[in-house]
């Protein structure tokens, strides 16, 4: 959606990687925000992203208006099912719905042969994953390592909006995350200790207000009552009127 940072960056390197001719698509998506989100205020630095992009070897840009998107009568959604209902699902109802559609009509644009999404939004890489494969889209899907600061906080365009004290506070999600992997490591595999692991960070923190943490299937989304090498420890937060998400694959490197 814009205001491109390293990680968006990381993903145009891995598809130069991938392929011959690397196209990016730069639109604020309408349909996946709620009413009371930040659709107004989300960045649209649009002429800096295109000379990033251009930098890192972007060969084609695609930056369509929402009236070219979105025709006058349009009635077709594609529906993210019972796995788009849950965690941020279930905070953002609709949310993945509007994903599912403008990622659908982006594919039938472009007819990529390979995609490449962030494992940072991973409900979202799994939701694609999965609509590729249900509705037979001839492509393959890449999900592509989380970028981090030095410090660990996940790259995200709406760390922009944070304050100098909100950034600080901002760095118990990975805290909390690398808390659980460690215990994850040290043998813990009951996937509520785990949570409740991860949840103590979070106590201390008075700026910090938890939408989720949790352990689950990194397919499915669904709870991981017994944690397995790949269950996924996922969290989303609030700090002031900024919310972030992140997540970890336990028993694996962040950067694979």
């Known amino acids: 959606m814009g205001a491109l940072h390293r990680g968006h960056l990381s993903l145009v390197d891995r ?5 011959d001719t690397v196209v990016m698509s730069i639109f604020v998506n309408p349909l996946q925000f709620g009413p009371t989100e930040d659709f107004q205020r989300y960045p649209r630095p649009l002429e800096e992203d295109a000379r990033l992009a251009s930098e890192a ?3 084609i840009l695609f930056t369509p208006s929402s009236d070219e998107m979105y025709q006058d009568g349009r009635a077709t959604i594609v529906s993210a099912g019972a796995r788009g209902e849950v965690w941020e699902g279930a905070v953002r109802p609709g949310h993945f719905d509007g994903v599912l559609t403008v990622v659908a009509k982006l594919f039938n644009i ?3 042969d390979v995609a490449i999404f962030g494992r940072k939004d991973l409900q979202q890489a799994s939701l694609v994953k999965t609509m590729v494969r249900d509705l037979d889209f001839d ?4 999900v592509a390592p989380t970028i981090r600061e030095s410090d ?6 709406r760390n922009a909006y944070l304050s100098e ?8 999600l990975i805290r909390a995350l690398r808390a659980v992997a460690a215990a994850f490591d040290a043998g813990e595999r009951d996937g509520r200790r785990l949570e409740e692991i991860g949840r103590q960070r979070f106590a201390d923190v008075s700026g910090v207000r938890l939408d989720y943490f949790a352990v689950v299937n990194r397919i499915t989304l669904e709870p991981a009552l017994r944690a397995e090498r790949g269950s996924a420890a996922i ?4 700090l002031g009127a900024t919310r972030l998400i992140d ?6 490197n962040d950067q694979d």
Not at 15 to 19: D, G, L, P, Q, V
Not at 139 to 142: K, Q
Not at 165 to 172: I, T
Not at 235 to 238: G, M, S
Request: proline share 3%; glycine share 8%.
């Open 152 to 157: 660990g906080l996940a790259l995200s365009s």
């Open 247 to 252: 997540n970890l694959i336990l028993g694996e």
């Open 57 to 59: 070897g972007v060969d």
């Open 110 to 112: 472009v007819q990529p």
């Open 165 to 172: 004290s909100e950034r600080a506070d901002a760095l118990v």
């Open 139 to 142: 492509l393959t899907i890449v």
């Open 235 to 238: 969290v989303a937060a609030r």
């Open 15 to 19: 598809a130069r990687r991938e392929c």
